[in-house]
């Protein structure tokens, strides 16, 4: 057997025949085994974890968590929010209590304790809230019998939660469909929390404003949909599947009055009333 001395010894990776990018992420493992597990982090995975369990029935793993929050169903801005939550990066709550004369923004005005992320999307009583929580679970059931529970977890984890269809077979637009209306709608809440406490003076927003604009965020990734279905195919950017943006707004709206192949008109709309026969309507809004 051949011994090499200790001296002798080589260890890393070769300068010849290796990527600038291999380079660059064997520095950063070597940077993250040094750090200390931040524990609000550690804490937040768990959540994750847990309530995928739940969902999912098997734990996944922190790297699955972490890939989950670039999923190509999300856009980059509501990937940005589920990143931020992760590590609890939101200006919310105690953040609030180290700037002068604005320390009352650390408290909710509905309950009158410290605000935090999860009691935004889950607890608060603001009309915003409430509102977008309850049109989200109505417009789900239009389509599927049960709600899935929602939790902190399973908003920050909503990229991994799987559903399978009457044949038992993973359902692709089933889960597409949640991901969208989980994290759109949560999305949407932290905004509305923000206007009205910022922007508003605690003026809250109305109930028809509300659903407005809860409609024209849906109407947003339709277009968007229809966009990326429609778009020449290049290396870079691939074209979204026909087949499976029909199947993912399929049940949710008013089929009868549309086109038969609405994904070539030039102008769809999601809406509470079908006015013309480039109008959609989503079901059990209004």
């Known amino acids: 057997e051949l011994d090499i001395p200790a001296g002798s010894r080589l260890t890393g990776i070769r300068l010849q025949g290796n990527r600038q990018k291999t380079f660059y992420k064997g520095i950063q493992e070597i940077k993250t085994q040094a750090l200390e597990p931040r524990l609000l982090l550690k804490h937040k995975l768990l959540e994750v974890k847990a309530s995928l369990k739940t969902l999912r029935g098997r734990l996944v793993m922190d790297k699955e968590i972490w890939c989950s929050l670039h999923d190509k169903t999300f856009l980059p801005y509501t990937s940005q929010f589920l990143w931020r939550a992760m590590h609890n990066a939101h200006r919310v709550g105690h953040c609030w209590m180290h700037i002068p004369e604005y320390q009352d923004r650390a408290t909710c005005q509905y309950w009158s304790e410290e605000e935090s992320l999860k009691h935004i999307l889950l607890y608060c009583k603001s009309p915003g809230a409430e509102i977008i929580r309850n049109t989200a679970e109505r417009l789900w059931k239009e389509r599927e019998l049960n709600w899935p529970e929602v939790s902190l977890g399973s908003i920050l984890g909503c990229g991994l939660v799987n559903f399978k269809n009457d044949m038992g077979r993973p359902s692709q637009s089933t889960r597409r469909l949640y991901k969208i209306l989980m994290l759109k709608s949560a999305y949407m809440i932290w905004i509305i929390c923000n206007d009205w406490v910022i922007s508003r003076s605690g003026e809250p927003l109305t109930e028809a404003e509300i659903i407005k604009k809860w409609i ?55 809406g509470r009333k079908a006015l013309t026969h480039n109008q959609l309507h989503i079901r059990g809004v209004g």
């Not at 949909?225 to 029909?246: E, F, G």
């Open 216 to 270: 024209f965020n849906i109407n947003q990734r339709l277009q968007q949909d229809i966009m990326l279905a429609n778009r020449s195919t290049t290396r870079n950017h691939p074209r979204l599947v026909a087949t499976l943006v029909k199947e993912t707004w399929s049940g949710i709206l008013d089929e009868d009055k549309l086109p038969e192949n609405w994904l070539k008109e030039s102008r769809v709309l999601v």
